[in-house]
């Protein structure tokens, strides 16, 4: 059974630094491609960034020299920086086996994990 844990969420100012992590189990080692996406209180929800196996990777415009992506086996990382009010939401973890990281901030992946709350408020 495929399982994503979260951590590392919480609150913030304008301007500071979070990092998110996401640990992976019940598949194979290596061989998921996983996922960032949020959902701001009330908006629907939206990819952030995604990184494959093989490193290869994609990070939303929205977020696009603020916010990257690292992975260490089935742990991936979200580090965010220069926050912002409108960074606030629900950061949740996904994984998928077929899909690459521009078609998995575009399709719904197959595994989500609960998600993790982040808050940027002054």
């Known amino acids: 059974q495929v399982q994503l844990m979260e951590s590392g969420g919480g609150s913030v100012q304008p301007g500071g630094s979070l990092k998110l992590s996401c640990t992976g189990s019940?598949?194979?080692?290596?061989?998921?491609?996983m996922a960032w996406f949020r959902q701001p209180p009330g908006k629907g929800r939206e990819g952030v960034a995604a990184i494959d196996v093989d490193g290869s990777l994609r990070v939303a415009d929205s977020v696009k020299g603020r916010f990257t992506i690292s992975r260490d086996k089935d742990t991936i990382y979200l580090h965010m920086n220069d926050l912002i009010p409108e960074d606030t939401a629900m950061y949740y973890c996904a994984a998928d086996r077929t899909k690459v990281p521009a078609t998995m901030l575009q399709y719904p992946p197959s595994y989500w994990g609960s998600g993790t709350q982040v808050t940027v408020t002054s």
């Open positions: 019940g598949f194979p080692s290596n061989t998921f491609c």
